[in-house]
């Protein structure tokens, strides 16, 4: 009998072994469905030259801004989710954010909400990366650019970004010199820290800020007031 039980334990350890193998396998099987999963909606512009300026940019919305200024009196601005897609298409590819290398930006406007996405590589693996913004205007007047969620296909990865976020943002400034006032980094650590900012900017001599903002679906409406 006694020799028969290396043989049990051999028989009983094979029993408990394909069951774990299996189980680790249809773990890693769903974590490689979720992380390479594809949005729907996701579908960025492509154009060929990446150096050549979005027309809505400098036709439309550039001069928009800028005639309505001379006038120093508050007016609304009418940014469409076409024309910002248009402009981030145009933009210099790659973006790069420190080890982060990004393509293919897309935004999508709903109501209340901004979506930002982008394709990253890991691995030799497309995966796309997509940050969820619910911005807002305080009853004092500040903005917070509060992120809510980040994921990477379909996993929810918002603590890992915001770790990442913040020392890939404390480099920048460190290597950079750039002024923790200036509205780059306030924008920074409102999206990062959720803390609020003067939405304060110059528009030739004169300074204006965002007194409103309304996201709606396929556009975002600013109303713009010269500050005194």
């Not at 940019?57 to 601005?77: A, C, D, H, R, W």
């Not at 296909?153 to 770790?163: D, E, M, Q, W």
Request: glycine fraction near 4%.
């Amino acid at each position: 009998m006694k020799k028969d039980l290396p043989n049990v334990k051999k028989t009983k350890l094979k029993k408990c072994f394909w069951p774990v193998i299996l189980i680790v396998l249809i773990v890693f099987m769903s974590a490689l469905v979720f992380i390479t999963h594809r949005p729907r909606r996701y579908a960025p512009i492509r154009v060929a030259d990446h150096n050549q300026a979005s027309r809505y940019l400098t036709n439309q919305l550039l001069p928009t801004i800028y005639n309505n200024s001379q006038l120093g009196k508050p007016f609304e601005v009418v940014i469409t989710q076409d024309g910002l897609n248009d402009i981030l298409a145009r933009w210099p590819h790659p973006i790069k954010l420190q080890n982060i290398v990004l393509t293919d930006p897309q935004v999508l406007l709903l109501p209340q909400q901004i979506i930002l996405m982008a394709t990253t590589n890991l691995e030799t693996v497309d995966l796309v990366l997509a940050i969820e913004l619910n911005p807002t205007i305080t009853p004092q007047g500040l903005m917070n650019l509060h992120i809510n969620t980040v994921t990477l296909g379909a996993v929810n990865i918002t603590a890992v970004a915001r770790l990442i976020g913040d020392k890939a943002y404390l480099s920048w400034m460190s290597s950079t010199g750039t002024d923790p006032n200036s509205i780059v980094a306030r924008v920074c650590r409102s999206l990062l820290n959720n803390e609020p900012f003067e939405p304060a900017f110059e528009i030739g001599d004169e300074s204006w800020r965002i007194s409103k903002m309304e996201v709606a679906a396929n556009k975002i409406t600013v109303l713009l007031t010269p500050s005194h």
